[in-house]
Structure formats: C-alpha cells, structure tokens
C-alpha cells in the first residue's frame, strides 16, 4: 500500500499554516463555527431569554402582591386571630404553654455569650421556660467557656440546660433533634431556635406565641432579621441588600398568599410547634437544608406558616469571603437536592391545592433556588460574551438590557438606603453566581460535596477587641486562601471579551464587560469582605 502524503488527510488550507499556532487555531475555529458553534449559542440564547422571561414574571408577580398586600393591610393580626396572652390569677403561670428555646452552638467562641443572654433575658414566666444550649463544640476550651456562661445565667434562677454529645451525627438537625428527646421537652408545646449569632429582643416570644395559642393550624411563625453588622463593609451591605428582598418580599408574599415560606436558616429566629414537627416526620439530615426540608413536609401536612416582618431579632452577617463562599455553597446546594428528592412527593401529596403545589415546585425551587443562580452566571458571563465572538448570533435588546434592568430594579426596592449601590451589587452578585450554579449543579447531580457542612464563621466583637492591641509582627498571607481561581479564570474570559468587543463589536457591551471583570479580578485576588489579621 502506498505511503498516504499530508496533503491527503490535511486540508491545503493548514499546508501553509502549520508552523503558525494561530493561524492553524483560527482555520479551526472557522470549520466548526458554522456547524456547531453558532446552532450551540443561539440555542443557549434561546434558554437564556426564556429563563429571563420567567425570572421576570416572578418578580413582577410579587412585586404586584406585596403592593396588594400593603393597600389592603394584610397584616398577619388581621389574617389570623391573635390575642395578647393574659394573666389569670386563678392559674396563675399555667396559662402560658411551656415553650423550649434551643441554642445550636459549634465553636463560637466570639458570639455565644450574645445569644445566651438575649435568650435568658426574654419575657415569659420562669417556670414556663427552658432555655436548651446544643454545644457541639470540638474545642474543649470553648466548651468550657460555653458551659461556664449556662452556670452563670442558671446561678441568676434561669431554667437552662447545657447539652452536649459525643458525635455531630446530622449537624445541627441532629442536636436539635437530640434536644427534643430529653424529658423535659416533651412536656413543652413550642420550640424557639436562635443561632449563636442572633438576639431575640425581650418581647419576642410575647408577640409570637399568641399566633399558635388562637390558630391550631399555625405550624412556624417566622420573625425577620435584622443585621448588626450590615455597615462593616461593602460585601456586607450587598448581603443586606439581598436578605431584605428576601425578607421583606419572597416570605411576605408566600405567607400572605400560599400561608407557606422557606429558607435555609428559616427555623433561625423562628418558633415552630412541636407537634408539627413530630408530624412532619421530625428533624432530617438527608440535606444540607434540614430547615427546608421540614418548612415542605410540614406544609404537605396542611400546616400554615406566618412571617412576622414588624418582629426582628439581630443577627450578624458573614463578613469574611470565605465564610460568605461557604455559606453560599450550602444555601445553594441544599435546595437543589431537596428538589431532586422531594418533587414526586409534592406533586402526588393529596393534603394540599394545586396552586400551592405550583408556587412551592415552580415559584419557590425551580425559578428561585435554580433558574435564577444558573441564569445569572450562564448569561451574564457565558453566553453574552460569547456573542460578541460570534456576531452571527444576537440577543434581543428586550433580553440583553430592558428585562435585566427591571429585573435589577425590583430586586432593589427591599434596601432603598443601597440603591446608589445597585450597580456594585449586580457586579457582586454575578461573581457569586458563579459558585452558586456550581453548588446547584452539584446539589441536583449529587456529586462529592453535596453533604459538605462548614459552619458559618461569625466574628463578633473579634475584630473591635483588635483595637488597640499590639500589631503582629508578621502577617502571613495564605495563598490559597486569598487566591480564587475560577474567579480569575472567568474574569481573563470576560476580560478578553471586553477588549474583542471594544476593537470588532457595535453594541457597546465592552463597558459591562470590563466591570464585570473588574469584579471577578477583585475577588479572585482576595480583596473582598473583612480580613482577618492572623499572626
């Protein structure tokens, strides 16, 4: 057989460009860009604009219901029944239910004394509450420490009880159902659960607890936070900004129409009765938001949630980028798989409308916990700029600028003091959307670090105790720390975007480019949020 020559299984066109890389890599892209490359993009813009378009419509659909709710004064007092608690000199103490406030702790050794103290200093007769502190620690300093504040409060009369195990089998679902198998929980009718970090005010459980004692269908009533730290820096403003949208629309608005709402870390800052728990099937650690979980199983079993917005307990936001990333990931990732693994379960359940199984499958998981991350990052910093290497696929005016920026603008409205910070935020938030679809996508895949639980670190009064004390004398940088590299990687992309777009491109969206890469770079390197000195 004769020896096959070059110039039979090479096109002519690479003959005189093989010893020039770009030139053989631009023969290359030109024969696959027709065939696949431009039917590829244009179906991703076509996914793109529809996803746009239902982000679009759940916004304006709760924009319009908490303008209703508002003109109307759909206040929870007006939608339920609800009566001060008052006192009876013939019962006496008896007349109000025994209510358990659970305080899930690992390792907080900056904020434990917070909510141990706002909690043993709340409004309610003594021996109609016990006040339960869930310490997981593995640092036997902090346990010391953490105990030693139970004694001191219980040396002032509190009924306090200081739990410990001897695993953290199921994180905090698992201590806090350990909590409920003592002996003296079973004889209380609701639970109140605080982070560490959180500060219920005095009258908390007064202004609460009336919600269960005159409505027997009331399963969780939900206070809002309200964020100590919000003005430590601008990582910390943006939080806010995104929690008070959260919390001042999407839970109004799925308690004033559905009388059922959900988040990771809804049981925070929240009071459930325990015999709605027991009927949900109790506490699970299957996900990584067992708070979630339960908030649907309990709503399956016909039970009504209410959202106290006018009720705020203080809290502290993540103020590190690190700790910020970590919690992300779990916000993310838990949702995902408890769609994966809940779905069927919604659509066959019997106890609950129609209508409510469409907000809680396509309102709640699919548009907010999946499409809205995915469409983020997939459009924003994927297939816009990719548009401007193909100039034969375009996006619509409508879906590349008009629908984004209203879609920007209701987001805002829950934090009107930020809204000269919106255009940082939406930069911010599409870094961010990077490790959310990724966490997403592993949350529905179920791949390594689905179950992965890193617990929030919260500083404190850590950085004010700084103050004044003697400067380290080195400071060392830990590289991996500061250095995200999927952040850099995006940003080189959108970057190279940006300059293509700048020489070749006719609709200007280099400015948006350049910014948004700005922001990837800015966080790649580490300078975001607080840094913590470490000597």
Not at 46 to 51: G, W
Not at 222 to 241: D, S
Not at 345 to 355: C, G, P, R, Y
């Amino acid at each position: 057989m004769e020896r096959l020559s070059s110039a039979a299984i090479i096109p002519d066109s690479f003959i005189g460009a093989r010893d020039d890389i770009f030139m053989q890599f631009g023969l290359v892209w030109n024969m696959i860009k027709e065939p696949l490359i431009i039917p590829l993009l244009r179906m991703a813009v076509a996914m793109c604009l529809v996803m746009s378009v239902m982000i679009f419509a759940e916004r304006l659909y709760m924009g319009v219901v908490i303008i209703l709710v508002h003109v109307f004064g759909r206040k929870p007092e007006k939608r339920y029944k609800w009566e001060p608690i008052k006192d009876d000199v013939e019962l006496g103490s008896s007349n109000y239910p025994m209510v358990l406030v659970q305080i899930p702790m690992f390792n907080e050794r900056e904020v434990y004394q917070l909510s141990i103290g706002a909690c043993c200093s709340l409004t309610w007769p003594s021996d109609r509450l016990i006040i339960q502190v869930l310490d997981d620690s593995t640092d036997p300093t902090c346990k010391t420490m953490v105990e030693r504040e139970c004694q001191r409060w219980a040396g002032k009369g509190i009924n306090i009880k200081y739990e410990i195990r001897d695993n953290r089998t199921g994180y905090k679902s698992g201590a806090l159902k350990e909590g409920l198998k003592r002996s003296y929980a079973k004889n209380c009718d609701y639970v109140a659960i605080f982070d560490a970090d959180f500060q219920p005010e005095p009258d908390f459980l007064t202004r609460s607890i009336p919600f269960f004692v005159h409505n027997p269908n009331v399963a969780l009533v939900q206070a809002r936070w309200r964020f100590v730290n919000n003005n430590e820096c601008l990582m910390t403003r943006f939080q806010e900004m995104s929690l008070d949208y959260h919390f001042k629309i999407e839970q109004e608005v799925g308690s004033s129409t559905h009388a059922f709402f959900g988040f990771n870390g809804s049981w925070t800052a929240g009071v459930w009765r325990i015999a709605a728990i027991n009927e949900a099937g109790g506490w699970k650690d299957r996900t990584t938001v067992e708070d979630m979980d339960l908030a649907v199983r309990a709503s399956l079993k016909g039970w009504k949630f209410v959202y106290l917005g006018a009720l705020q307990v203080k809290s502290e936001l993540p103020s590190t980028f690190k700790a910020f990333r970590h919690q992300q990931h779990r916000w993310s990732c838990g949702p995902a798989n408890l769609f994966k693994k809940m779905v069927m379960e919604i659509i066959t359940n019997k106890k609950v409308s129609v209508w409510q199984k469409v907000h809680v499958i396509y309102s709640f998981f699919f548009v907010r916990k999946i499409i809205a991350h995915i469409f983020a990052f997939f459009f924003y910093c994927i297939v816009l700029p990719a548009t401007i290497l193909v100039p034969e696929v375009t996006v619509p005016k409508w879906g590349g600028v008009y629908i984004p920026t209203i879609i920007t603008l209701l987001n805002s409205v829950g934090t009107p003091r930020s809204i000269h910070l919106v255009v940082f935020w939406i930069l911010f938030e599409n870094v961010m959307s990077l490790h959310r679809t990724k966490a997403t996508i592993i949350g529905i895949l179920e791949f390594s670090r689905v179950n992965e639980w890193i617990v929030t670190e919260k500083l404190g009064d850590f950085l004010k105790n700084k103050v004044g004390a003697k400067a380290p004398k080195k400071f060392r940088l830990n590289i991996g720390d500061r250095l995200h590299f999927l952040e850099l990687a995006v940003g080189c992309y959108l970057f190279f975007c940006a300059c293509y777009d700048f020489v070749f491109g006719k609709d200007n969206y280099f400015i948006f480019f350049y910014t948004q890469s700005l922001a990837f770079f800015i966080m790649g390197f580490g300078y975001v949020g607080t840094i913590v000195p470490t000597s």
